[in-house]
C-alpha cells in the first residue's frame, strides 16, 4: 500500500502560534489604549475650538451676550444667551468622551456688538494618559492650541 502523506498542523504548532499573537497583542494593547485616549482629547478640543467660534458668531449674530460655560465636574459645557428680555436661552450642550475633562477659571463670555472677549484659558485633561492641550482665547476671540509641558506631540509648548 502507497504511504500518503497527510498535511496540516499538530496541536503544538497551533498553540506555539496562539501563544505568539497573544504576546503580540499584549504588547501592542497600551499603546493602542494611549492612542485612543489621545485621540479622545484632541477631539474633544477640536470641538470646543470650534464652538468658541460658534459662541463669537452668536454673540455677533443675536447683537447680545454669548457665553461658554464649562459646567461641574469639567464633563460637559454649554453654549448659551441672554435675551434683553428673559431668562438665559441654551444653544447647545456638548457631553465630553469618556476619560477627557476640562478645567477654565470661568466662562468665556463674547460680547454681542463686537465679539470680543477678555482673554482666557481652557485645559482638556486625559485621565487616561495625563496628557493635556490648552486652548486660549484672544481678545478678539481667536483660539490657539498648545500642550503644556510638551505632553502630546505635535503641539507647539506652552
Known amino acids: 500500500?502507497?504511504?500518503?502523506r497527510v498535511r496540516g498542523l499538530t496541536l503544538i504548532e497551533?498553540?506555539?502560534?496562539?501563544?505568539i499573537a497573544?504576546?503580540?497583542l499584549g504588547l501592542a494593547a497600551p499603546s493602542f489604549v494611549e492612542s485612543i485616549a489621545?485621540?479622545?482629547?484632541?477631539?474633544?478640543?477640536?470641538?470646543?475650538?470650534?464652538?468658541?467660534?460658534?459662541?463669537?458668531?452668536?454673540?455677533?449674530?443675536?447683537r447680545t451676550n454669548a457665553t461658554l460655560t464649562i459646567l461641574s465636574g469639567g464633563a460637559s459645557y454649554t453654549i448659551g444667551y441672554t435675551p434683553t428680555s428673559g431668562?438665559?436661552?441654551?444653544?447647545?450642550?456638548?457631553?465630553?468622551?469618556?476619560?477627557?475633562?476640562l478645567s477654565a477659571a470661568g466662562p468665556i463670555v463674547f460680547e454681542g456688538l463686537r465679539g470680543t472677549t477678555a482673554a482666557e484659558t481652557?485645559?482638556?485633561?486625559?485621565s487616561?494618559?495625563?496628557?493635556?492641550?490648552?486652548?486660549?482665547?484672544?481678545?478678539?476671540?481667536r483660539i490657539s492650541t498648545c500642550s503644556p509641558g510638551s505632553s502630546l506631540h505635535g503641539y507647539t509648548a506652552c
Open 38 to 62: 489621545r485621540t479622545r482629547l484632541e477631539g474633544a478640543v477640536s470641538t470646543l475650538g470650534i464652538d468658541v467660534q460658534y459662541a463669537r458668531s452668536e454673540a455677533i449674530r443675536r
Open 128 to 141: 487616561q494618559t495625563g496628557a493635556q492641550l490648552r486652548v486660549t482665547t484672544n481678545a478678539f476671540g
Open 122 to 126: 481652557i485645559t482638556g485633561s486625559s
Open 1 to 4: 500500500m502507497p504511504c500518503r
Open 87 to 101: 431668562a438665559d436661552v441654551v444653544l447647545k450642550t456638548v457631553a465630553l468622551p469618556s476619560g477627557v475633562s
Open 22 to 24: 497573544a504576546i503580540m
Open 14 to 19: 497551533v498553540v506555539v502560534a496562539i501563544a
